[in-house]
């Protein structure tokens, strides 16, 4: 099976206010991520669906009819969220009598729970953390980027899409000031809209001819041609990363056959489709890729090692001391290579500007001394890693005194340390292959 430790969490749980930390123990993952972000500007590894900016443009051109201080009765609540009701439980509604693929809808679960109980959607019923597990909060950062949203209003391309969609959707006169369907259509919206805020909950009953907006018109695998042909362009440009280099090596016969392989092999692994994307890179992406393989394979490293001390730790069922763990093979593995490995991933990591914070984050386990030493430095740093996550610390996932180390029950390894070499990190491959299906771009 891939290995996905650290992979951000796909799913609906927000577990934010919980003192247990249960992602990214030794804090890999920032670094990671800010590498991921150069090489592909905006997007996320919950997305997979790109007709969401589509949506997103429609939510920015009808919650602009309302003024900037406006918010639902409850004094929080803003028109964008109320939107994203509508459209979750519109999809959700008619969306199996139609049979719409809802699979990648944000809030689908949370919407079929409220219909089986028959409430309506608002934020006692919704997702808690919606800003930043709805669709709104997924693809925001996205749309940003693609320049559809600008300072919270909709931007250029995201009014040049907003048009294109409604053309092609035969709703003339939803956007600007030409006759057609689309005025009536955006006058129920904005009716459906302003009763939301006024009772801060859905204020429509599933018999509302509204609903059919959503799931003729904006179900998220269903773009029209027009539609994905101007996704299409805005993703392959690319003023700032690379998001438009690797996506078209990711859909020509080659990255087809390196990604479509690694998928059959149930492993997806990147560090694969990055060996093969490296021959044909441009110089500025190659030192990317070469700074992201350095830092995974220290990632790698120290992983394995604490996933073994986990598994050993589980096994032994009691106390277990660094002497003792530093017999284990990934540890001395790690303690041998780690120095060096730290070394050249510092050096790779210098053009980007990350080499600093990597340092100080990773210093100590570069640092010579006896596998047993090495051993607590990474126990140490874990320890350091929980005490310092937002909002006030995690709790680690050991104790440790003069006895040495036993593993707390929520964190217990019943199966071995796969100790593999693949990424420890994802880098939006998945992302953007998903983004190529929906949109079409496979050729050959």
């Known amino acids: 099976m891939p290995s996905y430790g650290l992979a951000p969490l796909l799913t609906e749980k ?13 804090g890999t993952e920032p670094l990671a991520d800010r590498l991921a972000n150069k090489l592909a500007p905006g997007v996320r590894e919950r997305q997979q669906h790109p007709r969401f900016l589509t949506t997103i443009a429609v939510s920015l051109s009808l919650c602009a009819e309302f003024g900037e201080e406006t918010v639902a009765r409850d004094g929080i609540t803003e028109p964008w969220l109320v939107f994203e009701w509508h459209v979750v439980h519109g999809l959700v509604l ?65 009014y040049e899409l907003l048009m294109l969609w409604s053309r092609e959707q035969g709703l003339d006169g939803f956007a600007g000031t030409c006759n057609g369907s689309g005025p009536n259509l955006r006058e129920q919206l904005l009716e459906a809209l302003r009763d939301g805020l006024a009772r801060c909950a859905v204020a429509r009953t599933n018999g509302w001819a509204g609903w059919r907006f959503f799931v003729n018109h904006l179900a998220h695998r269903n ?35 390196v990604w479509r392989r690694e998928m059959d092999s149930d492993r997806w692994s990147e560090r694969a489709f990055h060996r093969a994307l490296l021959d044909r890179a441009s110089p500025e992406l190659r030192r990317l890729l070469q700074a ?51 070394r050249e991933a510092a050096e790779r990591l210098e053009p980007f500007g990350l080499a600093l914070q990597f340092q100080q984050l990773f210093g100590a386990l570069g640092e010579g001394g006896t596998t047993s030493q090495w051993v607590e430095q990474l126990m140490a740093h874990h320890l350091e890693t929980q005490r310092n996550k937002p909002p006030n610390g995690k709790l680690p996932w050991f104790e440790g005194d003069e006895r040495g ?40």
Not at 18 to 23: F, N, Q, T, W
Not at 407 to 434: K, M, Q
């Open 14 to 26: 927000d577990e934010s206010e919980s003192s247990e930390g249960g992602l990214d123990p030794l």
């Open 94 to 158: 008619l969306g199996s009598q139609q049979k719409v693929d809802l699979r990648g809808l944000p809030g689908r679960l949370k919407a079929e729970q409220a219909l089986k109980e028959g409430v309506p959607l608002s934020p006692k019923s919704y997702l808690k953390t919606p800003s930043i597990f709805g669709f709104h909060g997924v693809y925001r950062v996205l749309a940003e980027t693609l320049g559809i949203e600008r300072d919270g209003f909709l931007g250029e391309q995201g």
């Open 223 to 257: 773009a029209g041609p027009k539609e994905r042909k101007f996704l299409t362009r805005l993703l392959l440009e690319d003023g700032e990363g690379f998001r438009g280099e690797v996506l078209r090596f990711l859909v020509s016969p080659a990255g087809q056959r």
């Open 292 to 342: 992201i393989d350095a830092y995974e394979r220290f990632a790698r490293l120290i992983q394995n090692a604490f996933d073994e001390c986990l598994y050993e730790m589980t096994r032994r069922r009691g106390y277990v001391s660094a002497l003792e763990l530093s017999r284990l093979d990934a540890v001395k593995q790690a303690g041998r290579a780690a120095p060096t490995a730290l």
């Open 405 to 444: 180390y036993i593993i707390r029950p929520l964190y217990r390894r019943d199966e071995p340390a796969g100790c593999d070499n693949d990424y420890v990190h994802l880098f939006r491959t998945r992302s953007l292959w998903s983004f190529a299906s929906d949109l079409k771009m496979f050729k050959g």
